[in-house]
């Protein structure tokens, strides 16, 4: 068996450079209309730790990468949770997680492309190029910066949109 950082562990990565655009403030409850004022994330963030996915690493928002003209094409995501029933505002939820790396200049950081199921997310859609991330903090980042993503395949792979 092989020790769990050998190479021949690690998955194979697909790659696309995206851009950081703003989202609509929910995730991080800056969103002065959301029902959420503490942020979807952070009133999410425990019933997914219940199901075993704990999201302390990360900042309790998403950082939002257009990776136009691709989208993120989910295959068989790290975890996938049914019927999650984080809010009284609307009905359960079902969500996707997906490994990935970020790297910005000469940092790369390990995180998650957070996907709300569309088929199940009643409000604040985003456009199939934009991908959600939720990473540890990037000191800094702003809106228009350029970031590499490296999505694990297998999990999901990054197709045309369209």
Known sequence: ?????????????????????????????RASDSPFA????????PHFAARGLDLSPFVMATVNLDLAPLRLVLEEPRWTFADVDWTDVHPPETFSFVGCAVTRGDERVEGLVYVPHPETKPMHHQPATIVELLLPRLPGLAAGEVLELEVARGQARLGRAG
């Not at 068996?1 to 409850?29: E, L, N």
């Not at 503490?38 to 963030?45: C, K, P, R, S, V």
């Open 1 to 29: 068996m092989a020790a769990a950082d050998d190479p021949a562990d690690r998955p194979v990565t697909t790659t696309a450079t995206g851009v950081v655009v703003a989202g609509h403030g929910v995730a991080s409850g």
């Open 38 to 45: 503490a942020g979807t994330i952070a009133l999410q963030a």
